[in-house]
DNA sequence: TTGTCCGGTGGGAACGTTCCCAAACGGCGA
DNA sequence: TCGCCGTTTGGGAACGTTCCCACCGGACAA
């Protein structure tokens, strides 16, 4: 039964007894078309099981109706970070009123990196959604520079140009840093994210500064930097210890990170929370399920999917509108690690 | 600059000198053209940057070269499930290769169902992926009828007659259970998930397989069923140890709902492993920080996920292909819990 | 020389839409 | 009755490719 040719426009108008044109209205829902012509050409869709091609209409349109969702995953971190699927989840959610098709382009490598710009200099797609964007990440700006629209979750850079959606993380990390002091912390070491990275750098930032206002130490012999991996954590840790053996607090800007960074207290006989107070950043599953459970900064992940996506259907459906910066803001959760 | 017209294969065949034709036998790298021909056309196709439109071949040869994966989630579980995000990952590697794109659609609600066939049925994809597939899910044969190439993550039946790829789901279940048995367990009730899903039908059939062999109770007394999420997981311990306090081990059919029932049986008071061990399946990235840490049966999930991929271009590739039926091995990895 | 074949080439048609425009239709006022 | 206007309609062209086929020219055998 598969083998019956697909019926097309022509076909439809035959059968109505109308023109092309005529049923072509009826499917974008013209209001130029009269009551019985419509009828007539719906009635002829629901016999034929009439299904117009979006291939040809996108050729003449020159829309595709679905956008990229770009995650760049030399970390391999799709998969350990919960954060992108939180964020697509988010996107899919926000494109499924739109009726727009979600492309996923999992970016590891340079030949898969080229493959993406050309795959969107073939115009398959309609805009671009760019996830966790490194300082000097080309991409971007390659987009900007061939007209797509292009949305960000995060930023560059504090001056980003571009659309984007981003949480509070300066802020984040400094309610976290706020509630280490309240429990009576004195000495709050850091374990950043990679300091090529805005979220990286604004967590740093939120820890440093609250710090300071706080008449607390805030050097870089406080600092060790990850990679938002759980190895990355543990081996900050490690150097942390090694460096400042007083500390007896630590923010970590993911729970990735922290996850690590509990593991190797574990093995180095320091109690959390008596001994090291740990705070993370995410509250991503694994927060809930570490040993102890993690203290951690909420960011509405989800959120920042949908709204990404918005943004950029509000672009392609007029590329004059003006660019959005967004944040949103952020939540301390308390459990058992601090 | 980005408002330049963008070159056609006519704008590239004028400034080369040559048809039409000739230019886009070039970019399909056939044998018929001149060395000197193919040289002309290389050269401006580099000049003017001319990048063929996609769209327009696939209305031509009404192939899209892109996939789609589909992933119900009526239950969210992408997010928490580590399980889909590994499965996307072997996906997007193996369509990388082929140059295919990869659509992500999460189903949720009907209303998201009718799109997918809809969006199916305007011929937007050459393929499709299903994970999670439910025993009376009528998309499957709703593809098979279409005649559109679909391979199944999991399987409807144990007769599915779709390509497919899984895990030993029983085999998986009779090691977990035999090392249970082994470390001097006598009561090991089960946490089995919906069973109207082929997994977890598998597994529960490989608990009572091996504990009736060995002469062990496996009667319904000892089964709870959750529905892979972690509240889940939570009543369903709840639910086991109020009709068989008794029971001094638990095989859970995945790490998620262990983490749930981990949590109750701490709240019970209840020692792991002293008095109760035990066994998740899936080795998601919670089973290494459950506490104490999960020993679960490692699945390939990866693997599943560039297998299907695979075996989907050979049918799309090949339409005549024979259907496929891939059954992967497990692996106990044993932690803390047992 | 003539005929045959074959590698190489290009123009026309087709894919299934949407958009532009001209034309048909009907009603209404003069 | 005629002319005008607004509503409704449909045919032609276009979107940018690929595929089919016919053609061209040169090499080679007869």
Chains 1, 2 share one sequence.
Do not use: C
């Not at 460096?243 to 922290?258: G, N």
């Amino acid at each position: 039964m598969g083998g019956r040719q697909r019926p097309t426009i022509k076909t439809v108008a035959a059968r109505a007894g109308v023109g092309r044109t005529t049923v072509s209205r009826v499917i974008n829902g013209s209001e130029l078309v009269s009551d019985k012509a419509r009828a007539a050409v719906l009635a002829a869709i629901a016999e034929l099981n009439y299904v117009p091609n979006s291939v040809a209409r996108g050729l003449v349109t020159s829309r595709t109706n679905s956008v990229a969702l770009v995650i760049p995953e030399s970390e391999s971190r799709l998969g350990s970070e919960p954060y992108f699927s939180a964020v697509i989840r988010g996107v899919s959610t926000a494109l499924a009123e739109t009726r727009t098709q979600l492309q996923l382009m999992l970016v590891r490598d340079q030949a898969e990196r080229d493959q993406l710009t050309e795959s969107v200099a073939e115009r398959r797609v309609d805009g671009v959604l760019l996830v966790s964007v490194h300082e000097h990440d080309p991409l971007p700006g390659l987009l900007e520079d061939m007209g797509l629209p292009t949305v960000l979750a995060g930023r560059r850079s504090p001056d980003e140009s571009l659309s984007h959606v981003h949480s509070d993380n300066a802020g984040g990390a400094a309610t976290a840093v706020s509630h280490l002091l309240a429990r009576g912390r004195r000495t709050v070491a850091t374990i950043s994210g990679p300091l090529d990275m805005d979220v990286a750098r604004s967590r740093l930032q939120g820890w440093r500064e609250t710090l300071e206002k706080a008449g607390h130490e805030a050097t870089d012999r406080l600092v060790a930097s990850g990679d938002f991996t759980e190895e990355g954590g543990e081996a900050a840790m490690r150097s942390l210890i090694e460096q400042v053996p007083e500390l007896d607090a630590v923010f970590v800007a993911s729970d990735v990170m922290a996850a690590g960074a509990l593991v190797e207290l574990r093995r180095q006989g320091r109690g959390v929370p008596d001994e090291v107070a740990v705070v993370g950043f995410d509250d991503s599953i694994i927060a809930r399920h570490s040993n102890p459970p993690l203290t951690t900064v909420r960011q509405p992940v989800e959120e920042i999917g949908s709204m990404i996506a918005h943004i950029l259907m509000e672009e392609i459906g007029d590329p004059e509108s003006p660019r959005r910066h967004v944040t949103l803001p952020t939540e301390l959760v308390v459990r058992e690690s601090s």
